[in-house]
């Protein structure tokens, strides 16, 4: 008897430290999931009595093309979670990289969110929200239970991309592609140059001999960042950094070559102009090394599969960045 109850008491689980096991299992996979790098959104809707309600989720998915589908979780703790499974409609609102504070109202309690923003309500009854880099207009196609958890599966009913770089979110703090790009950055000579691209066209400008050319800039003191805030008053204010594209040494002049991948929301260019790369010759280009990155842009763009050059003006490697 007295074995039986040795064995039977060394099995027994203290409640206490099992819950504390629970909770580090617990931060742990918050932890493990935080180590997928995330874009930012807002997730609104409205009452039936029109009050806009959102929170801050970087739980987004796309799910299909055909019919166009997307999700986005919800915790079933959360004081919106009765309107959102059951308004009908919600949409996607992806954060712009200048908007971290935007994103911290909506991940705080407060009485009203949507106090000094700029929204507008949408067809389908949703706040869209001023600024960002896209927004998707959606109808519920399904609320699927998921733990503690639902997932709200919409149906896109109307879209817009404005061309904004993205905010970035990992391992629980915000990042910017373009910040986190710049520290690839060294040496004390940089030109700065940004491919400002719309479409199938990429903002180029005319050199002195009559050559296409890139917006460029040596960087002062002021960094990487200012640098490209003036390129981009310049030629397009509403352009924006996504990532550096190409990073070279030129070995003859000494300078560090550092090119930024930027986007736009329209081809109103201030200087400059628009242009497609079809057609154009290797040697109507500045120099060759311009000419080589441009050419493997129009190629990669047709894919919407990019890659980062690192090395000098004549070789190196591209290393796959994104799809």
Same mark, same amino acid.
Not at 178 to 200: L, Q, Y
Not at 211 to 235: C, H, R, T, V
Not at 253 to 280: K, M, N, R
């Given at each position: 008897?007295?074995?039986?109850?040795?064995?039977?008491?060394?099995?027994?689980?203290?409640?206490?430290?099992?819950?504390? *096991?629970?909770?580090?299992?617990?931060?742990?996979?918050?932890?493990?999931?935080?180590?997928?790098?995330?874009?930012?959104?807002?997730?609104?809707?409205?009452?039936?009595?029109?009050?806009?309600?959102?929170?801050?989720?970087?739980?987004?998915?796309?799910?299909?093309?055909?019919?166009?589908? &997307?999700?986005?979780?919800?915790?079933?703790?959360?004081?919106?979670?009765?309107?959102?499974?059951?308004?009908?409609? /919600?949409?996607?609102?992806?954060?712009?990289?200048?908007?971290?504070?935007?994103?911290?109202?909506?991940?705080?309690?407060?009485?009203?969110?949507?106090?000094?923003?700029?929204?507008?309500?949408?067809?389908?009854?949703?706040?869209?929200?001023?600024?960002?880099?896209?927004?998707?207009?959606?109808?519920?196609?399904?609320? *699927?239970?998921?733990?503690?958890?639902?997932?709200?599966?919409?149906?896109?009913?109307?879209?817009?991309?404005?061309? /904004?770089?993205?905010?970035?979110?990992?391992?629980?703090?915000?990042?910017?592609?373009?910040?986190?790009?710049?520290?690839?950055?060294?040496?004390?000579? =940089? *030109?700065?140059?940004?491919?400002?691209?719309?479409?199938?066209? =990429? &903002?180029?400008?005319?050199?002195?001999?009559?050559?296409?050319?890139?917006?460029?800039?040596?960087?002062?003191?002021?960094?990487?960042?200012?640098?490209?805030?003036?390129?981009?008053?310049?030629?397009?204010?509403?352009?924006?950094?996504?990532? *550096?594209?190409?990073?070279?040494?030129?070995? +003859?002049?000494?300078?560090?070559?550092?090119?930024?991948?930027?986007?736009?929301?329209?081809?109103?260019?201030?200087?400059?102009?628009? =242009?497609?790369?079809?057609?154009?010759?290797?040697? +109507?280009?500045?120099?060759?090394?311009?000419?080589?990155?441009?050419?493997?842009?129009?190629?990669?763009?047709?894919?919407?599969?990019?890659?980062?050059?690192?090395?000098?003006?004549?070789?190196?490697?591209?290393?796959?960045?994104?799809?």
């Amino acid at each position: 008897m007295s074995q039986t109850t040795s064995e039977t008491t060394s099995q027994v689980v203290n409640p206490a430290t099992s819950l504390d *096991i629970a909770k580090q299992k617990a931060r742990e996979l918050r932890d493990a999931f935080g180590a997928f790098m995330t874009g930012v959104t807002i997730v609104t809707t409205a009452s039936d009595d029109g009050k806009p309600l959102g929170f801050t989720a970087n739980s987004f998915s796309s799910v299909s093309l055909d019919p166009a589908l &997307l999700l986005v979780s919800i915790a079933k703790t959360s004081s919106n979670y009765a309107t959102f499974s059951n308004t009908g409609h /919600f949409a996607i609102n992806i954060l712009a990289e200048n908007q971290k504070d935007l994103s911290n109202t909506f991940a705080r309690p407060s009485e009203d969110r949507f106090a000094n923003v700029n929204w507008q309500l949408s067809e389908h009854r949703n706040p869209l929200l001023g600024e960002v880099s896209a927004w998707f207009d959606c109808t519920t196609h399904a609320v *699927i239970d998921a733990g503690d958890h639902a997932l709200l599966v919409g149906k896109v009913e109307a879209f817009h991309s404005a061309g /904004f770089a993205g905010l970035g979110y990992y391992r629980g703090g915000y990042f910017t592609p373009a910040k986190v790009s710049a520290e690839v950055i060294a040496g004390p000579k =940089v *030109i700065v140059s940004a491919i400002i691209a719309r479409d199938d066209k =990429v &903002l180029l400008t005319r050199t002195a001999d009559n050559k296409w050319s890139l917006p460029s800039k040596e960087i002062g003191k002021e960094g990487a960042d200012k640098a490209l805030a003036e390129l981009f008053a310049k030629y397009q204010p509403d352009a924006s950094a996504s990532f *550096i594209y190409s990073a070279y040494n030129n070995t +003859e002049t000494h300078y560090q070559y550092i090119s930024f991948l930027c986007s736009a929301p329209d081809e109103a260019a201030v200087a400059g102009e628009f =242009v497609s790369l079809e057609g154009i010759e290797a040697s +109507e280009f500045q120099d060759g090394a311009l000419a080589s990155m441009l050419q493997r842009y129009r190629k990669e763009s047709q894919l919407k599969s990019y890659g980062m050059y690192y090395g000098d003006h004549s070789n190196g490697t591209v290393r796959p960045l994104l799809s």
